[in-house]
């Protein structure tokens, strides 16, 4: 079984401060780890994954995610913040024996001016 | 090269009805996959094909049916409508790779009311 945790179910940062939005994961092979964004009424957009390799992952729009093996965790981390970073932010995790992708509750960010 | 698109973008049912939705994945994408999204349950997986071949489903009761078509486009079908299936539905396509490591592109969701 996999499953996927994000703590908080919102994250609330000024404009121009570092935001991190967290994720811990559970599979019983090794895991592939996606991030996805959703604006309103939209579907879901792909910012980063990890695969294998170095643990610091580069995305799109200036995200980055640290992949933790021994603490199950890929948390997703952008260095400034902007307003138009506001928006749903999704953790998924496949296992490498699964087709499945199951995804978090999501964790809303909010970017102040 | 077009996005996932999915047909139609709203619709509104009345309950014991039964609908079908459509999905087109992005060119030479061959694996098509469903989710429910609620504000309630989150992203819930329905189903993945590969080939015109269910490769995996989700925790649905059997009024939830999909196929695959040899152009690997998809169709959901939803029958006996309750008023809780009303949700967001997304498709997303992805490349098959051997352990699933591409990631998917989602369509805009076909809006799903049932009164």
């Known amino acids: 079984a996999q499953s996927v945790a994000q703590p908080e179910d919102q994250v609330n940062v000024a404009e121009g401060n570092p935001l991190t939005v967290k994720c811990t994961y559970s599979?019983?092979?090794?895991?592939?780890l996606f991030w996805y964004v959703q604006y309103p009424n939209r579907g879901l957009q792909f910012l980063l994954k990890?695969?294998?390799?170095?643990?610091l992952v580069k995305g799109s729009y200036g995200f980055e995610a640290e992949f933790n093996k021994s603490q199950t965790s890929f948390h997703l981390k952008k260095p400034s913040a902007l307003v138009s970073d506001s928006a749903l932010y999704f953790c998924?995790?496949?296992?490498?024996?699964?087709?499945?992708?199951?995804f978090g509750a999501g964790t809303t960010v909010t970017v102040r001016a | 090269k077009a996005g996932v698109t999915q047909t139609p973008r709203y619709l509104i049912k009345t309950r014991g009805q039964q609908v079908t939705l459509s999905c087109s994945p992005i060119?030479?994408?061959?694996?098509v996959s469903w989710y429910q999204q609620t504000p309630g349950q989150g992203l819930q997986f329905l189903f993945e094909?590969?080939?015109?071949?269910?490769?995996n489903k989700g925790n649905f009761p059997g009024r939830f049916s999909g196929r695959q078509f040899s152009n690997s486009r998809s169709e959901m079908n939803v029958s006996t409508l309750e008023l809780g299936d009303s949700a967001l539905y997304l498709c997303?396509?992805?490349?098959?790779?051997?352990?699933?490591?591409?990631?998917?592109?989602f369509g805009p969701g076909t809006r799903l009311t049932v009164l």
């Open positions: 997303a396509s992805s490349l098959y790779t051997s352990g699933g490591a591409n990631e998917q592109f």
């Open positions: 599979v019983s092979g090794n895991p592939y």
């Open positions: 990890y695969i294998t390799g170095d643990n």
């Open positions: 998924a995790v496949r296992d490498t024996n699964d087709y499945k992708l199951s």
């Open positions: 060119s030479g994408h061959r694996s």
């Open positions: 094909y590969f080939s015109e071949t269910q490769r």
